[in-house]
């Protein structure tokens, strides 16, 4: 049996991005979603706790990532605010991937920007992975690179790409044509071929400012692809960010759950507490069962991860843990607001953000 105990560094680290969740993402929330986006001050302060460098000590990070330490920091970012959380995530996902699968010049390149301590917190990186006809999973990637000499030519789609708009590195999965193999390319600065639409109107996540891409016989050189074709550690990447962002939908859930539940307990209704009646009651009791049960199947998948499990293996729980987390955070956020009436819907409180948020990260 996995003991999921976390270690006393693990702890030590959960408290401090609980610390950092409580005090200065819910806090901004409201701000950063009128803004579009988070505040530099708020990404400095993240910088310099180290939780935003998860690479290697010889470009100047805190060491190569681990699964189970980030998930326990993803949950308490989302705790504080998914729209955020995201950001954050979204942002460090480009550099991870070239982390575990690029060689050691596109590492050098594109990672110790953001460990140079006066200016990485002005970094951004991106992942490209979802698409318009699919989320995401590893199934859905329908992108496709066909090579061509020293170069490679993509043709399709990715959406809601956090930071997609501009950042260094944005990683592009595609399949390789006649193998189907999963790639990962470094997008050069200046690419024709490939047309970014901001995205506008969202309806939620919106302090995590992202894109949508479409590619048209976008010519990419050699040098751009992450290792070689099938490189696992594009799958490991690939699972890692499922894991996360199941993470982050666990802390959007918590959080609904704790301020509901509070709610429930002050609003007097009849002469006594609503949280007394059986409706209130089993609806609350419910989100804490179900939100137990998928965290299992994260950590889960994390310490998987951690170990290096076979591939498919991997790929499959991380990818359930992603969909049952999203899901839970859902519907707890949708419960939340119910549980407190006409007041969830107003401003004054954050459910009716976090709802939103929740629905955003299908």
């Known amino acids: 049996m996995l003991n999921f105990s976390p270690t006393e560094e693990q702890e030590e680290i959960r408290r401090l991005a609980h610390s950092l969740a409580t005090e200065q993402l819910r806090p901004q929330a409201r701000a950063a979603e009128k803004s579009g986006d988070i505040s530099s001050v708020l990404m400095e302060t993240l ?13 100047g990070g805190n060491g190569n990532i681990e699964a189970v330490a980030y998930t326990l920091i993803a949950e308490e970012l989302g705790f504080g605010d998914a729209s955020l959380a995201m950001n954050v995530i979204g942002s460090i996902m480009g550099p991870v991937a070239v982390s575990l699968a690029g060689n050691a010049s596109q590492q050098e390149q594109y990672i110790f920007p953001f460990c ?5 917190s002005t970094e951004r990186g991106s992942l490209a992975y979802a698409e318009r006809t699919g989320g995401y999973s590893l199934a859905d990637i329908s992108t496709t ?3 061509d000499g020293d170069q490679y030519v993509l043709n399709g789609t990715k959406r809601d790409v956090i930071h997609g708009g501009k ?32 995205d506008v109107q969202k309806l939620g996540l919106i302090a ?29 990447a690939a699972a890692l960010y499922a894991l996360l962002r199941a993470a982050v939908a666990c802390g959007t859930a918590r959080a609904a759950l704790e301020y509901a539940g509070s709610y429930a307990e002050e ?24 939100l137990d049960g998928v965290r299992l199947l994260v950590w889960s998948a994390a310490a998987d991860w951690d170990r290096s499990v076979e591939l498919e293996t991997l790929t499959r729980d991380a ?23 006409g007041a969830g819907f107003m401003q004054d409180h954050p459910v009716e953000m976090w709802m939103r ?6």
């Open 267 to 290: 609003r007097i209704a009849f002469g006594r507490p609503i949280v007394s009646y059986q409706g209130i009651a089993f609806m609350i009791a419910e989100i804490a069962m179900k």
């Open 167 to 198: 950042s260094r590195p944005c990683v592009v999965l595609a399949r390789l044509e006649g193998s189907n193999e999963l790639c990962g390319f470094v997008l050069p600065d200046q690419l024709a071929g490939v047309r970014v639409v901001e």
């Open 357 to 362: 948020n929740a629905a955003a990260m299908e």
């Open 47 to 59: 910088a310099q706790t180290g939780l935003t460098t998860p690479f290697p000590e010889d470009y």
């Open 208 to 236: 995590a400012p992202s894109a949508s891409y479409v590619f048209e016989n976008a010519v990419v050189p050699a040098s751009a692809l992450l290792g070689e074709p099938g490189n696992a550690g594009i799958v490991r």
């Open 145 to 147: 690179a066909r090579r």
């Open 319 to 341: 990818e359930a843990a992603q969909f049952q987390a999203i899901k839970i955070a859902q519907s707890a956020t949708i419960d939340a607001v119910q549980i407190m009436g």
């Open 116 to 120: 140079n301590g006066r200016d990485g």
